[in-house]
């Protein structure tokens, strides 16, 4: 299931609200969450998590050298490889009932370590939910597109939004359990 929108309409909450829902259910979750850094009202990085061992790193800062960036945004790949390729490997084991992968976006996809993962993950045919800035293009989503439930997020819809993904999640755990 893909979600795609544009920033800050709630893609991250809903996953995250999808991953509270699931280990309710006691349904395994693998992957990669991302969040804002927020310091005195301001955007200063992002939070990179993985899912299913809690384990957090940066994966962007506000920074001036001239490293990896993207925007004013100086990506911590060492955080990135560790935590989120990790994790993704991780969820390729199997043992996961659900993968999510929030998000694939210019930050993430600024390693190749990164992209192989993501790849692999999308190849596979395990549940999994991926998010997607809205008009992004990679060419590890563009080849699922077309096969894979896609759901375009706006403030006025993600309730339903929400909701139309936990029915799906929900079906696929009833047929991987039975």
């Not at 925007?71 to 911590?76: A, E």
């Not at 199997?94 to 999308?122: C, H, Q, W, Y």
């Not at 819809?157 to 359990?177: F, G, H, K, P």
Request: aromatic share 4%; net charge positive.
């Amino acid at each position: 299931m893909l979600l795609t929108g544009a920033p800050g309409v709630g893609k991250t909450t809903i996953v995250n609200r999808l991953c509270t829902h699931c280990s309710a259910k006691r349904v395994t979750v693998h992957g990669i969450t991302t969040r804002e850094i927020r310091e005195k009202g301001m955007r200063v990085g992002f939070k990179i998590t993985d899912v299913a061992t809690g384990k957090e790193g940066c994966l962007a800062r506000k920074d001036k050298s001239e490293r990896v960036r993207v925007g004013s945004y100086l990506v911590v790949t060492q955080d990135l490889e560790q935590i989120g390729v990790a994790a993704l490997d991780r969820a390729l084991e199997g043992s996961a009932d659900i993968v999510v992968v929030d998000e694939i976006g210019p930050m993430e996809m600024t390693s190749l370590s990164f992209r192989n993962a993501v790849s692999k993950v999308l190849d596979r045919k395990q549940p999994t939910v991926v998010t997607v800035k809205l008009g992004s293009h990679y060419t590890e989503v563009e080849k699922i597109r077309g096969s894979c439930i896609r759901l375009e997020v706006s403030k006025g819809n993600r309730e339903a939004v929400y909701r139309r993904l936990i029915e799906q999640v929900d079906e696929w755990t009833v047929e991987s359990r039975s």
